[in-house]
Structures are given as C-alpha cells and as structure tokens.
C-alpha cells in the first residue's frame, strides 16, 4: 500500500478519482496515424520492466489491428526526430501516485507520455489510452470479447489525465483463473479490468506456526479441545487455531515474519490471517464470560486483535513500512470492544453482500462496517460473488454491486476481494466487467455501462433482447430469492449464502424458460457482423447450460407436487431400517449406542467439522416400524452442520428417490432437518458443477415421526456417485433419529415393460 493511499482522505481520493486533472489547450490534438500511416514511435526506458515492455507490445498490436498503421517500438530515449513519441514510463517524478495509478502526459507538442506508478501502473495507462482514445474494449474472455473499432486516424486530445483506484487492491478468486494470464483467457480478461492484489490476508496461521517446527518443542502454541491438546497432523493441516495466550507465541510470530521480510524486502505485507476452522482454545470458546457476535459465533475479536497488535508493534520494529492483513469473519465478524488496532493491520470484513438484498441485512452490514471504521483507521471487504461454477443461474446484480462499493468507498473502504469462480462458459455476461470497473471507479454510470456492453458485444440491434435477458436475472436475484426460504435460511448462518443448495430456484415460475428461449434466440438472429454473431453464439450455448438447470428443476418440482406419473416403477438401490444392518464394529452392548462402541451400520458414516461436538450414534431400541435407527445428539454443535452419509454408484442421467423417516426432540425452532443429495466422479472425487437437492421438513413436530421424499436426477457423467446425507443444521441442541432411509430408480412404465 502506498503512503499515498495511508494518508489521503477518502473523500478527497473520491474527488481526485471522478475530476482527473486536465492540463493543456483545449482543442489541440496530436496525431499517431493520419490516414492509415504511422506518425508516431513506441518508445521503452532502457531497463524497464517486462510489464512496461509488455505494455508496449499492446499498444503497437491494437493501433495496428484498428488503422492498419505498425508503430514501430524503440528502446531508450530517442533523439530528435519527427515522429510524435509515445513514451512508457515507470518512474513517476510525484511520489504520492498510488502505484496501480497512471498519468496522461503531453509535455510537448510531439510527446506523449504514459507514466505509471508502478509496472502495474503502466500497463493499466496502455489499457485505459487504448480504451479512451480507440474506443477498445474488453468485453469477454479471448479474442472473442475483444472489440477493436476501425480507425484510418487516430487523434489524441493534449489534455492530462490522472487516474488512480478508489480500491488500492482489487482481487478475485477462482479456480478458472489460474495459470497466469499470458496463457489464460480468463486470467487475461480481469487483468485488461486492471485487477490487481496486493495485500496479504488468507488464511495462514498454520504456516505462521508450523506443526513440523512447533508440535514437539511447544506444544502449548496449539489449542486445547474438549480437555485434549489438537497437534495438526501436518503442515497442511488447518482445522484449529492457535492457542494465542501461550507463553513466547508472540515472541516467535515476530521471528518468522521479520525472516520473511529479510528474505523479501520488496513485499509489501504479511498474513495473520486466521485459519479456516472454529477449533479456537477451550480457554476461549467455554469462557464463562463468552458473549455472542453479531453472525452468531462466540466473539473473539479481543482476543485475537491483542495478539494481532503485539506481532505488528514487533515486527514494525524492525520494518516499519510493513503491512499486515486477515480476515475477519466467524468469531472475527465484529470489531474489537476493548483493543485498538495498529494503523498498519487491515482486516478483510467477510459477508456475502448480496445479503444487501434484504433491507435489514442491508443496516446489519452498514451498522457493522460503521462499528469497524471506529476503531480500524482502514477497512478492507471480502465478498462472495459466486459465479456459474457453483450456482446454476446467472448470478447477476450489477447494481445492488453498484450501490454497497459505493458505500464502501465512501465509509473508508480501502481494499476488496472476492471470491467469484466463474467457469469457462461465462453465463453471468458483464457481471465481472462492471464489478471490477466499480473497483476502480465507484461511482461508475452501471446503465450506461452495461447499455454499452450490450450494444459492442452483439450489435446495436441485438441489444436490447441481451439487454432485458439478463434484467431478467437481475429482478430474479434480487426481487424474488430474497422471498425464498433458501434466502432466509442462508443469511442466518453468515456469511455466505447456501451455493450448494439450489433452494433459489423456488423462484422459478414454470413457463419462463420459454420466454427466455425467445429473447436468447432474438440476440442471435439479430446480431449482425461475425464477431456479434459469434458472441451471441457463445451466450446461446451458457443459456443451454442454465435451461437444462431449470429444466431439471421443474421437472423435480413436479414430482415432488404430483409424484410419479401413473404406471412408474421404483427399483431399489438400498435400504436401510438399523434394524438388521450388519455393523463394522463390535457388537451393541445393552444401553450402548454409540458409534465408538457399538460400531457403524455398513455403508454409513458421519461428518461434522472439527470444533463441532455432537454426538452421533445407532439407537438399536428406538424406529418406527422396528427398532432400529441412526440418532444424533446436536449439544456441543454451536449450530454447525451435522450429517449422517452414505455414497453409492448410480446411472447418468436418471431419476431416483430419496426417502427416510425423521423424528425431532427438543430441537431449535430455527433448525434444518432433511435430506440432502450431493455429487461425486467416479474416482470419488466431489463436484460442484450439478445441482444439490435439498429437501427439508418444514416445521417438525417434537416427538413425532414424519416423512421425507427427494425426487433427483443424476449428473450426466460417467460413471457418478450419489452421497445420501441425512442432514440437521442450525441446532445447538436437541435430538434427532433417522429410520427407514432408501434410494430407489425410478423406471417409466414403458422401459419396465421393455
């Protein structure tokens, strides 16, 4: 982070962003390409960075492809001669330009220079003079989104332009984007949307603390749970926190970062960030004096932020220019009661802000982030923006987006990321076009923008079919799910909302598949040139992708409304009533029915995550037509998700049943229950690109058995396997028995008489 953005007011950063200065005469303007002929020079600093020179190759391909005209790219600074020069620049002579910053600079009448604030910064000036001046865009991933209008000449306004992001770092996360841009689309794509991370935040405290250099000599820096000193397992292993009260913890926190800072001086930060489990210290976590945050979770911010302040008071010490990240989610949600921050840490705020969908989630999160600038002189967000790897229709709110960066910004916000997992298909269309361009500029015009995303990706007349497409989508997401009881269910166990539950497709009304057919269809009968009808080809096939979604999903829907249609055959796949059910253990005792004791009905097995405490267990006396049944307990859960599991092989693409008996005792009213149908290959690994089904009771009855039936259809791969979960989430208490679980085929009338 530069001192620039550390000292500079926000609202003045606001101002500085949306009146770049203007220097010059208006009116004048200097010339690179007169009537398809080079006029002007690319010209590169000796020895400058790979990114500058990177930046100069860009400028000469895309002048080319748009007029015809090749400038030529010389090293160094060339001596006098009539060619306008256009001159790359990474060293700006004002220090205070934030170093993803850019100048537009015409220090004479032949001069043009493109100074940035780093390499980053160069590159991004290219960018946005190609985007200015040319009209380029970068619409899509690949040279299918790249839009490059025609020009025989290519005037330049001598006017200064300064242009530096309201968010000094701007990252996304997926899994699509990995390989590094040069060889990845994807990757190639948010970069030209000039992202760029620049801090470190992520999850890291168990490469802070290794088990391989801590477990034997101290033993104490890892936490007590349930009475029972955790040692991980490994260095990869991250479900547990450490314990930060223990003597000398900070001392060697202090140590290793100060080595990695000798070892990487250029690096601007370093990550305290939390790992990713609940397993805190029970000194904490069963505290008498333990209170509540504002996501539910026990609150820890105290406590973490005191060990926080006292690794960055120490390091700074030695490296006084440093920074320090991590998230704050879980038992960090909320800011500190009683401990200040050092000025040098930002945390990364984490919740899914869609959530802003719902009004009183909307003052939730601004009261939080208020709460939080009282006592961080600066803010970081962490957003869940999901795209089409895990959600199964366009996840699309460019303006909900518009209106909580801008309150970001304008609340001391300094740095964003998200995680987004969009796949190759690209089914959200300029989702991540206008976030990453709010990034940069929060006060971006979203209509105007996407009004002109739509007309240069598929032409003018094709428009306004794209246009109303993804409106749709965005009233879908943002109107009707939050109506939903997936929605509702979601916001209570922050901070994301459920993406492996398709429960947002209650919103469908059947029908409106056809209505989007037609609008799809539209795009690309009027899409005119061959690059429009090659983009509109591509958002047709993302379309097929999600219409087979919602296809399947109705389809299910009926079923569960109506049931089979008449004459349909149920061919068992299993069965089980805990009645007969050979165990993988020793033998049921009398009056023993845990699994430690009595063993594991074959087949079965049981999940919960580490700092979770539930009881799972084989009830052999209680069912409810023999005896016999799967039970938990879930006291000692905190709420977390519990889940009895079995994986079986299926067909492709074919229908089944799921069915169980469920009976509840004492167990929260807000509390799930019900089954839940989840993905794998056929190597057993799992896969969130098909549809989870989820089907809950709505209101169980205490002490009574009721019945629940899920209607799924299977991936169309090879060879997968269905993974049965009984599932209970939510309940901090309470128990729960599970009988008479089946999975059978369903068989039309017509293939079982074949």
């Known amino acids: 982070m530069s001192t620039h953005l550390a000292a500079l007011s926000v609202r003045t950063f606001g101002l500085l962003l949306i009146l770049a200065s203007v220097r010059g005469v208006a009116g004048q303007t200097v010339d690179i390409v007169n009537d398809g002929q080079s006029t002007a020079v690319i010209v590169v600093d000796p020895g400058a960075p790979a990114m500058a020179r990177e930046a100069g190759k860009l400028l000469q391909r895309v002048i080319e492809q748009s007029s015809g005209a090749k400038?030529?790219?010389?090293?160094?600074?060339?001596?006098?001669?009539?060619?306008?020069?256009?001159?790359?620049?990474?060293?700006?002579?004002?220090?205070?330009?934030?170093?993803?910053?850019f100048v537009l600079a015409f220090p004479e009448a032949n001069r043009i220079e493109i100074i940035g604030g780093s390499a980053h910064g160069t590159i991004f000036g290219a960018q946005d003079f190609l985007e200015r001046y040319l009209g380029v865009r970068w619409l899509l991933p690949g040279d299918l989104g790249e839009y490059i209008p025609r020009h025989r000449t290519i005037s330049i306004p001598r006017r200064e332009i300064r242009q530096e992001p309201a968010f000094f770092s701007r990252q996304l996360s997926g899994r699509s984007f990995h390989g590094g841009r040069e060889k990845n689309p994807l990757a190639m794509f948010l970069f030209r949307q000039r992202m760029h991370g620049r801090m470190r935040f992520h999850h890291n405290l168990l490469h802070l603390y290794p088990a391989s250099q801590y477990a034997e000599s101290h033993p104490e820096f890892y936490p007590i749970i349930d009475g029972k000193r955790y040692l991980p397992k490994n260095d990869r292993d991250y479900h547990w926190q450490p314990n930060l009260r223990a003597k000398g913890i900070v001392e060697e926190g202090v140590r290793n970062i100060d080595g990695f800072f000798d070892?990487?001086?250029?690096?601007?930060?370093?990550?305290?960030?939390?790992?990713?489990?609940?397993?805190?210290?029970?000194?904490?976590?069963?505290a008498a004096n333990a209170t509540r945050n504002s996501v539910g979770r026990i609150d820890l911010s105290d406590y973490f932020f005191g060990w926080a302040n006292r690794i960055a008071d120490g390091v700074l010490a030695k490296h006084p220019d440093k920074w320090f990240g991590c998230l704050a989610y879980n038992e960090l949600t909320d800011p500190p009661?009683?401990?200040?921050?050092?000025?040098?840490?930002?945390?990364?705020?984490?919740?899914?802000r869609m959530f802003w969908a719902d009004p009183e989630q909307r003052r939730l999160d601004q009261a939080r982030t208020r709460a939080?600038?009282?006592?961080?002189?600066?803010?970081?967000?962490?957003?869940?923006?999901?795209?089409?790897?895990?959600?199964?229709?366009?996840?699309?709110?460019?303006?909900?987006m518009g209106e909580y960066i801008r309150f970001a910004h304008e609340q001391g916000v300094v740095a964003y990321y998200a995680e987004a997992y969009p796949t190759p298909k690209w089914t959200e269309g300029p989702k991540l076009y206008v976030f990453l361009r709010l990034l940069w500029d929060p006060y971006l015009d979203v209509d105007a923008t996407l009004a002109e995303w739509y007309r240069l990706t598929v032409g003018e007349r094709a428009a306004p079919y794209l246009s109303e497409y993804y409106e749709f989508w965005e009233t879908f997401w943002t109107k009707r799910v939050p109506k939903t009881n997936w929605f509702r269910d979601s916001v209570k166990t922050a901070p994301y909302l459920h993406f492996g539950r398709a429960g947002y497709?209650?919103?469908?009304r059947i029908g409106e598949e056809e209505r989007l057919d037609a609008l799809i269809e539209n795009v690309v009968a009027h899409a005119r040139t061959p690059e429009q009808k090659a983009r509109a080809v591509f958002i047709r096939a993302g379309w097929g992708l999600v219409r087979t979604e919602m296809a399947n999903y109705l389809a299910i829907k009926k079923l569960v409304e109506h049931g089979p249609p008449p004459g349909t055959r149920l061919?068992?796949?299993?069965?089980?009533?805990?009645?007969?059910?050979?165990?993988?253990?020793?033998?049921?005792?009398?009056?023993r029915d845990d699994w430690r004791s009595a063993g594991m009905p074959k087949g079965w097995g049981h999940w919960q995550r580490t700092g979770s405490h539930a009881t799972f267990g084989w009830d052999r006396r209680t069912g409810k037509r023999s005896r016999g049944a799967l039970t938990l307990d879930a006291g000692g859960s905190d709420g977390q998700p519990l889940c009895f599991l079995r994986s079986v092989a299926v067909d492709s693409n074919t229908l089944y049943r799921a069915a169980c008996d469920v009976r509840t005792v004492d167990l929260d009213n807000a509390a799930a229950v019900g089954i839940t149908v989840k993905w794998q290959d056929k190597t057993g690994k799992w896969t969130?690109?098909?549809?989870?089904?989820?089907?809950?009771?709505e209101k169980p009855t205490a002490g009574r058995w009721e019945h629940v039936v899920a209607y799924v259809r299977t991936p169309a791969i090879e060879k997968p396997r269905l993974v049965f979960m009984l599932l209970v989430d939510g309940a901090k208490k309470g128990r729960v028995w599970f009988d008479n679980v089946e999975l059978s085929r369903l068989v039309p009338d017509q293939q079982a008489a074949d």
């Open 71 to 101: 400038l030529a790219i010389l090293d160094g600074n060339p001596k006098a001669r009539n060619e306008v020069t256009i001159r790359l620049r990474t060293e700006p002579g004002d220090r205070s330009l934030d170093k993803d910053g």
């Open 263 to 286: 070892k990487h001086p250029d690096a601007e930060s370093y990550s305290l960030g939390m790992n990713d489990s609940h397993a805190w210290d029970d000194s904490v976590m069963k």
């Open 337 to 352: 009661k009683k401990v200040g921050l050092n000025p040098r840490i930002l945390p990364y705020v984490c919740i899914d």
């Open 571 to 591: 061919t068992p796949v299993f069965s089980s009533d805990f009645e007969s059910e050979e165990s993988t253990g020793r033998p049921a005792a009398a009056g």
């Open 688 to 697: 969130t690109r098909y549809t989870n089904v989820d089907r809950r009771l």
């Open 372 to 400: 939080w600038m009282q006592v961080a002189p600066r803010l970081a967000w962490y957003d869940y923006i999901y795209g089409d790897e895990f959600y199964k229709a366009p996840r699309f709110y460019p303006h909900l």
């Open 505 to 508: 497709f209650e919103a469908l």
